[in-house]
DNA sequence: AATTTAATTGTTATAATATAACACTATGTA
DNA sequence: TACATAGTGTTATATTATAACAATTAAATT
């Protein structure tokens, strides 16, 4: 079971924005939806993004630079992620596969490096961009 | 067998400094290295890089924003990279593992997508950050 | 409750990364 | 040659992210 974080005002104010999208969010977006909520700085977001990320609440699509919420209960704390990316409409999601999870944790590469955390982007094209 | 791309000048020079770079580099710090050979702005640099990406003779680091020259003969083309990090010396290193490839290429999640390329990134310690 | 410690906030300024737009040049091909 | 395609040089600007510092709030300890 996650522990519960209980958010802050900017980190619940922006958890919430981000987890109604049905796309990643960027930060100058994120910015610009929060500002009437008394938001008005770069760093307030990338403060809230920072911690949000760090408890798993959030994830950041490196190739992208946004971010989405997590909708996989069983992705250990942003220590493991896996996302497929459609390369025509954006549309980001996370892949929650016990096998691919599996096979990533053990994997071991020839040095023997020991690793502690992984991060896995699909690119390709969604069911509804390949139907066009 | 790749195709051999005749690099032109500019990606030349920029290939060059980053298949000599033990570490990954990044595009200002490429900019400030090759302004003595008559590269002097940002877009100069970019349009290599970004040249340099699609055929596959440099593969960037999305975690890091870096570059670093693709040193695996199996990698197809920029299509499937694996890299492993060191999140204490920054050590990069590019994966070549005909099993992981393999497992990833024929890797399909539940919503049917087709996926026409991947990335992924390792992080933990390399060897000798861990002996410290 | 009072103290003290850590985390978060607000703010201004600035750094780092990346692209738009346009005129021009080289290269390959019919 | 004429045309198409790719690369170049340049200026300006957009986008993404952090530094530094003072003030405030929340949490833990006494
Ligand atoms: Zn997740
Ligand atoms: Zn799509
Ligand atoms: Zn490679
Ligand atoms: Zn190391």
Redesign the pocket.
Known sequence: MRKEH?L????KIIFDLIDKSPQPL????ILYNVQKK???????????L??LVEIGKIH?IESR??FIACHNSSCQVAKATAFSICEICEKVTEISSAGLSKYLANFKDKDGMKYSKYNLEFFGLCKKCTLK
């Open positions: 209980n802050t005002k900017n980190q960027k930060a100058y977006s008394g938001i008005k700085a770069p760093l307030q977001v990338y403060r809230a920072d911690k950041k630079n946004a």
